[in-house]
Nanobody, 122 residues
Framework: QVQLVESGGGLVQTGGSLRLSCAAS????????IGWFRQAPGKEREFVATISQNGDRTLYADSVKGRFTISRDNAKNTVSLQMNSLTPEDTAVYYC???????????????WGQGTRVTVSS
């Protein structure tokens, strides 16, 4: 089992940057695929990015490709999401999620954090 805690959200202007972090408990962090999802007000939760257990594979939603970068540090049990060129459409609560087997955009990861809010002002 793994527990996830997101941080780094906040208010930023259009064109700005934020770096989200997902900190995980447990000594088996390197066994988990970690994904980032987001949910905007009034919308369903959507996939943002995911990274494989050793970081050799990543996948991004088309809407963030080229602007967001996912990375991980297994020694520190953390996954980061660097978000650049933010727009108001990126406003959402961002969640990290973990799963030992599922690598992809489907909303089927086993473990979820509580989320961190990102607001991009115009």
């Amino acid at each position: 089992q793994v527990q996830l805690v997101e941080s780094g959200g906040g208010l930023v202007q259009t064109g700005g940057s934020l770096r989200l972090s997902c900190a995980a408990s447990g000594r088996t962090f390197s066994r988990y695929i970690i994904g980032w999802f987001r949910q905007a007000p009034g919308k369903e939760r959507e996939f943002v990015a995911t990274i494989s257990q050793n970081g050799d594979r990543t996948l991004y939603a088309d809407s963030v490709k080229g602007r967001f970068t996912i990375s991980r540090d297994n020694a520190k049990n953390t996954v980061s999401l660097q978000m650049n060129s933010l727009t108001p459409e990126d406003t959402a609560v961002y969640y990290c999620a973990a799963d030992e087997w599922k690598f992809g955009p489907r909303n089927e990861y086993t473990y979820w954090g509580q989320g961190t809010r990102v607001t991009v002002s115009s």
